[in-house]
């Protein structure tokens, strides 16, 4: 689960620190929502992270049905192989 986090002026003092999202380069201003890393306390525009994360789960759900077709892929060709080596 990702918290989301929309600059205030409650949040003035970060703002004053003129920090970057370190992916796009892009600064923080009021209103903008964005999400910390835990372990580095980045900060990241919350929408690009959304984009990224889809990306990645799509990506992943790419590789297991490519291993999956691998699978069955492999089953087939096994199986037609025994049925030509038993004419």
Not at 2 to 15: D, G, K, M, P, R
Not at 73 to 82: A, C, Y
Request: glycine fraction near 2%; aromatic fraction near 10%.
């Amino acid at each position: 689960m990702v918290n989301a986090l929309i600059l205030t002026e409650n949040q003035t003092h970060f703002l004053q620190e003129n920090r970057q999202d370190p992916i796009t380069g892009d600064s923080f201003s009021l209103g903008d929502e964005i999400v910390f890393c835990a372990e580095c306390k980045s900060a990241f525009f919350s929408l690009f992270i959304v984009v990224v994360l889809l990306i990645l789960h799509i990506i992943q759900a790419l590789t297991l049905l490519t291993t999956q077709f691998s699978f069955f892929d492999k089953l087939l060709r096994i199986k037609l192989m025994q049925k030509r080596d038993e004419k």
